[in-house]
């Protein structure tokens, strides 16, 4: 959702300001705005444009029409208000003294507004943002006290999630920034400060970052950042270094940040595993999670949102077949508002990449109120949800920036495979060979990927025959299920063709009614076990007029004899055919939006990180 970003140092700001928003694009937005203060003149230089950041880098120059060196910038994701220029941040008090952007939601802001126009305030935008920015200016004038005290009195008046990051025009060469339940993190590198939605705007100047938390404040200089708490004491933070690299925030000669990702699979595997596996051996200590602890859990809560949610429902497959342990799983948003019933001797898995999800945030709450022990597996470091729970399994699959999940998707898939093998192995139903191979098989991974992506030019040219189609539907059973929901999800989100996901055996108690002759069906049977089963309902859909797609492994060649057109996965332990199966459905996804000729990394209404609920 929205992104911010800020600069204070030597060089220009307009310019690494827009330079750090183009990095936070994928966060999704519809307008963007910057602020930067005149060195000479003092006064505030606010230029927004309702669109695409191309919009404001053709308004400002590339951000050179601005002059100074120290500045805010914002790309917005309309919620108050439509979006337009006028309610695009940054916004400003009526005298312009004071200079904001803002990410998230103030809940209260109607009744702030009232007061505030009560004192004689009045307002140009429909936004929250715009009340918060006034009711800064407010206090600031109404105690004569420093910036800190303003956003201080502030931030005991709003409620809702947010963060923040304001300028004053007294204060030349200062921004403050500040948080609750929103990202924000303080980078420091050499004569400049910055601030961020997340790391990537400030990779090209600094692996130093400060991860701030709730209702703490900070004060940017070039000189140095100082924190602040509620009181308005100064506290200490302390750096954290960033392992990305600036390269991989960039393009790196690929179209589309989706298919570097894609590629970036094998790799961000292996970093995961190696995090976890030293010397043949896995050992979740990293994690804070030792095998004498989870022998005592009796049963596994998972809970996530989207592709996320996804890698939970076949992650169940795998537990209950692999660890014996009962797994119960739910999306954030139903979970959070069902009073679930949780039992004590439980252990509470919440997956995101982002670790900033509205909805998984307050459902990984809701369960440490209760006392049930948590385990995030979480891609981003410092995110909310990793500081909050009692264990952090970090993925290591880098910085994401499509809005569709691929690489972290992943990772994972990967972390739950090791959870559930440190299970198994907690609870003695797996001896050390059988450990050996899995661990075997869990290396050979990226290289099957890359031979699946070696073959990608095939799914492409399927692609482009059915780029055109109105509905395409997905069929399979157990984990197969689980990779067509979300091999569902990559199609939708990215080529706005309607599709569904449904357990093969359902099929019969309604959805078939809706297969028609050409009608797109693609079946994944990976199973075994279920294989037989799966094909019987490829026949089904297929005496009905479907087209099939099939994705198996190697060897199933009598599929051949029902459907139209197979993708064959290399060979795996029948847990870990999601990470390979998933490759063909990413790619299709891909291809078909490139046919359509949309916008790949960043799908229409779609956001990133779904900072609100
Ligand atoms: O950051 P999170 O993993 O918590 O995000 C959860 C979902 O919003 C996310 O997986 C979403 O469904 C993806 N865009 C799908 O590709």
Not at 82 to 102: L, R
Request: with cysteine.
């Amino acid at each position: 959702m929205c992104g911010i970003v800020g600069y204070v140092g030597s060089e220009q700001a307009g310019p690494i300001l827009l330079d750090g928003l183009s990095k936070l694009e994928y966060r999704g937005y519809d307008s963007a705005g910057i602020a930067v203060r005149n060195d000479e003149t003092g006064e505030f230089q606010i230029v927004k444009a309702k669109g695409r950041l191309h919009e404001l880098y053709i308004k400002t120059d590339g951000g050179r029409t601005t002059k100074g060196t120290c500045g805010i910038g914002h790309t917005r994701w309309a919620t108050h208000g439509e979006a337009t220029e006028i309610n695009a941040h940054p916004h400003y008090s009526d005298d312009k003294n004071v200079v904001g952007v803002h990410n998230g939601i103030i809940e209260n802001y109607q009744e702030l507004k009232e007061k505030l126009t009560r004192k004689g305030y009045s307002f140009y935008s429909e936004t929250d943002t715009e009340v918060v920015i006034k009711l800064i200016d407010y206090y600031y004038k109404k105690y004569l006290g420093t910036p800190v005290d303003a956003i201080n009195h502030t931030l005991v008046r709003i409620r809702g999630a947010y963060s923040l990051a304001v300028m004053f025009k007294e204060y030349p060469g200062e921004i403050y920034v500040a948080r609750k339940d929103a990202p924000l993190v303080v980078g420091r590198a050499d004569g400049a400060s910055l601030c961020g939605s997340d790391v990537s705007p400030m990779l090209k100047f600094t692996r130093t970052v400060y991860y701030i938390d709730d209702l703490q404040l900070g004060k940017l200089t070039k000189d140095g950042v100082t924190f602040y708490n509620l009181d308005g004491d100064e506290i200490e933070i302390e750096p954290k270094t960033v392992n990305w690299d600036a390269e991989a925030v960039e393009k790196c000669g690929f179209e589309h940040f989706m298919m570097k990702e894609i590629h970036e699979q094998p790799k961000a595997i292996t970093e995961t595993l190696n995090a976890y596996i030293k010397d043949g051996v896995f050992d979740l200590s990293a994690a804070g999670i030792e095998d004498d602890k989870l022998k005592t859990y009796q049963r596994i809560y998972i809970v996530a949102c989207g592709s996320a949610y996804h890698v939970g429902v076949a992650a169940k497959y795998v537990f209950e077949k692999m660890a014996h342990v009962p797994v119960e799983i739910d999306i954030a948003s139903e979970f959070r508002y069902r009073d679930p019933i949780l039992m004590k001797d439980s252990l509470f898995v919440v997956i995101s990449q982002s670790g900033e999800t509205a909805d998984s945030l307050a459902a990984l709450r809701l369960v440490k109120e209760k006392n049930i022990d948590t385990l995030a597996v979480v891609n981003v470091t410092g995110s909310s949800i990793a500081r909050e729970a009692d264990y952090v399994m970090y993925t290591y699959a880098g910085p994401e920036i499509a809005v569709a999940t691929t690489k972290a998707y992943s990772c994972q898939l990967i972390n739950m495979y090791l959870l559930s093998m440190a299970f198994a192995r907690a609870k003695g139903l797996t001896s050390a060979d059988e450990l050996d191979k899995l661990i075997k098989a869990l290396y050979a991974l990226p290289g099957q990927i890359n031979e699946i992506i070696g073959d990608k030019e095939r799914i492409q040219w399927f692609a482009s025959q059915f780029s055109t189609s109105q509905d395409i539907f997905f069929i399979g059973r157990g984990i197969d299920y689980a990779i067509g929901l979300e091999g569902s999800l990559k199609t939708k989100e990215i080529s706005y063709i309607h599709s569904e996901a449904y357990a093969a055996g359902e099929l019969k108690h309604g959805t078939i009614s809706l297969i028609d002759k050409g009608t797109l069906v693609i079946s994944v049977a990976t199973q075994d076990a279920l294989y037989e089963k799966t094909v019987s309902n490829i026949v089904e859909v297929k005496s009905r007029g479907a087209y099939l797609m099939g994705i198996t492994n190697s060897g199933n060649y009598n599929i051949e004899n029902t459907v139209d057109f197979v993708v064959y996965v290399p060979r795996t332990e029948q847990y870990f055919t999601t990470s390979l199966a998933i490759v063909p459905l990413q790619l299709l996804a891909y291809y078909i939006s490139l046919a359509r000729g949309l916008d790949v990394d960043k799908p229409r209404n779609l956001a990133k990180s779904v900072t609100v609920e």
